[in-house]
């Protein structure tokens, strides 16, 4: 059996396609709870595999700029195939830095757990590493297959529930601007515009491939009905909120009466609160269903009654990998001056990130050097990948045993050096 992993041509886009679950109708993500969505339903695959007439437009888009595909032949046949997107992360500063986005990634049934996947990871994080990129990330389809790669969860998101009786608010001042319910012409444009402001100050947000928001449509979308739009306008009429809804019909009584709130973003307390308002008190609904939001929700401290907005379920949300260790580090900023010294002990994938290293950070610059002394801790390239936008705790994963301490505050000194507050949050993956 002889083994190839390289780039793939354009002659060879459609056969790339061909391997990857969604191209099959395939399912391409694990079967979550429903009650991670809205609806009774988790997500339904495509069902149907891509028209030849789909597949060659689709060949196009992999051979575009800042999309670097892998594939492994087998014996000449091509079998398995993986991405990486160029794009940019929003890391504590705020600084926006570039980074490889693992997508499209599949390897047909019959030549699974021979190393496929392995060899194109490996192939993609070199070339990430010569384009300059010091960090990959993804979103993982299943939990338990990238920590060997060296990626970790670095955002959370929740999913919550509110009944509608419950929506009181302690402050129910009217908004100093204005609501208006519209068209998916007017949310195609308010997105962007709101997100690109949002990512500036976000920690975790991802710059968006510029056909994001395209897909915003007025059509019905089966039994979900068609998704309804909501902005908000300031005193002087200009857009600073933006929100997605829809109104799903269900034959489950449980089910019924919700209305699910699929996006929202807010540039001011007013317009949150104003969006947020009217969307908790829509009329014929019973209860409010957001299934992708920040942990740190602030609506919570908005209620008479914090209890009554109940988190269903909290998951990981962005992994991320360090692939170049001091150039990652230096990359982002520090609130606070200090020195950290740690050992990273195994990192077979990325071996120059291996060794004893000397962090010394301040609010104007960071350096990050080797050092050959007993650092205060060591940990492993996952656990460094968790803390670097500040939203892991470094206590837990010393409760862990993935952080060990060899000096006393240690631990406390690196979740000093790391931690940021908003927690940090990506409203999309890619
Ligand atoms: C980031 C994204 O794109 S998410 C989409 C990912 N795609 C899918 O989930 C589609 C269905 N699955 C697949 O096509 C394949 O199983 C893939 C792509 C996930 C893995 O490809 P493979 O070539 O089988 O992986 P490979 O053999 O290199 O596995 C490397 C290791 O991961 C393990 N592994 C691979 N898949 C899984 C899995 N689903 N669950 C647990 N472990 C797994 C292997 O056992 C192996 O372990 P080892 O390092 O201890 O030897």
């Not at 929202?264 to 409010?288: G, P, S, V």
Request: hydrophobic share 40%; proline share 8%.
């Amino acid at each position: 059996m002889k083994i190839e992993i390289r780039p793939v041509e354009r002659s060879e886009a459609v056969e790339y396609l061909k391997v990857l679950p969604y191209a099959n109708g395939l399912p391409n993500w694990e079967p979550a709870p429903a009650s991670w969505h809205g609806g009774p339903e988790a997500w339904p695959p495509p069902r149907t595999p891509a028209t030849e007439q789909q597949l060659e437009a689709w060949a196009d888009e992999v051979m575009a700029d800042g999309f670097h595909p892998q594939a492994a032949f087998v014996d000449g046949k091509l079998v398995g195939g993986s991405a990486m997107l160029s794009l940019a992360i929003t890391v504590p500063g705020p600084r926006a830095v570039p980074f490889g986005g693992v997508t499209a990634t599949g390897v047909i049934a019959t030549h699974r757990r021979r190393g496929l996947l392995r060899g194109m990871m490996q192939a993609m994080f070199d070339e990430a590493l010569e384009r300059g990129e010091p960090l990959a990330a993804l979103s993982a389809s299943e939990g338990g297959i990238y920590g060997r790669f060296g990626f970790s969860p670095a955002t959370m998101r929740a999913r919550w529930e509110l009944d509608r009786n419950d929506a009181r608010f302690i402050n129910c001042e009217p908004s100093v601007g204005s609501l208006e319910l519209v068209g998916a012409a007017v949310a195609r444009q308010a997105w962007p515009l709101i997100h690109q402001q949002i990512r500036q100050r976000q920690i975790g947000e991802l710059a968006p491939d510029p056909d994001r928001w395209d897909g915003l449509s007025d059509e019905a979308a089966g039994t979900d009905g068609p998704m309804r739009y909501l902005v908000h306008r300031d005193a002087d009429g200009n857009l600073d909120g933006v929100a997605n809804f829809r109104l799903p019909w269900s034959p489950l009584p449980e089910h019924t009466g919700a209305l699910v709130v699929e996006g929202l973003l807010a540039l001011t307390q007013d317009a949150y609160r104003a969006m947020w308002m009217l969307l908790t008190d829509f009329d014929l609904t019973r209860k409010i269903v957001a299934p992708n939001r920040p942990i740190d929700e602030p609506l919570r401290w908005m209620l008479r009654n914090p209890r009554a907005m109940r988190i269903t379920r909290q998951s990981d949300n962005l992994w991320l990998r360090i692939l170049d260790l001091p150039a990652a580090l230096t990359a982002r900023a520090y609130d606070t001056t200090a020195e950290l010294t740690f050992a990273i002990e195994d990192d077979s994938m990325c071996p120059h990130n291996v060794g004893a290293w000397r962090l010394a950070v301040s609010p104007k610059e960071a350096t990050c050097t080797r050092m050959d002394v007993r650092p205060d801790l060591t940990m492993d390239i996952q656990s460094l990948s968790s803390l670097y936008l500040g939203g892991m705790s470094a206590a837990v994963l010393a409760g862990a045993g993935r952080i060990r301490p060899h000096r006393l505050g240690a631990v406390k000194d690196t979740a000093r050096v790391f931690r940021v507050d908003p927690e940090p949050f990506n409203t999309f993956g890619f």
